[in-house]
């Protein structure tokens, strides 16, 4: 759905593709949704340790200090976006995070901003401590 820009600044074809693809307003919602996921702190420790390792409730609920209610919430938002999945063995059910290209890309996303504040962050306030950033 093509629609005529009330100024006109040169725009080509790429501004029409731009407005199709606009148009789309479920793709985006979806979008919304997924990083919706990345809202809560515990949500993105717990889905990030899942990235990482394969865990029980119980386990999960030790590393993070909460209850196993408490992660047992945060899961199931987790495991209905598809994000992680789970496997049972006997009594006992496994968490991980799921072998799909969104949950890698959340991944990606959670280590590179960790990477890129976190780090910078740490290492400003540890040569505040030391001098090495003063001059």
């Known amino acids: 759905m093509h629609k005529e820009l009330p100024h006109y600044h040169g725009e080509g074809q790429e501004t029409v593709l731009i407005q199709e693809q606009l148009s789309h307003v479920d793709d985006f919602q979806t979008v919304a949704d997924l990083l919706k996921q990345l809202s809560d702190t515990t949500r ?38 598809g994000l992680i999945v789970c496997r049972r063995e006997g009594k006992e059910v496994y968490y991980r995070a799921a072998d799909t290209s969104q949950s890698r890309l959340l991944h990606q996303i959670i280590e590179q901003v960790m990477e890129i504040t976190c780090l910078n962050q740490k290492g400003a306030s540890h040569g505040k401590r030391t001098g090495k950033n003063q001059k």
Do not use: G
């Not at 394969?54 to 209610?69: D, G, K, Q």
């Open 44 to 81: 993105i420790r717990i889905f990030w340790l899942l990235c990482h390792c394969e865990e029980c409730v119980l386990n999960i609920s030790a590393m993070l200090e909460m209850s196993s209610p408490a992660v047992s919430h945060h899961l199931r938002p987790l495991k209905n976006s």
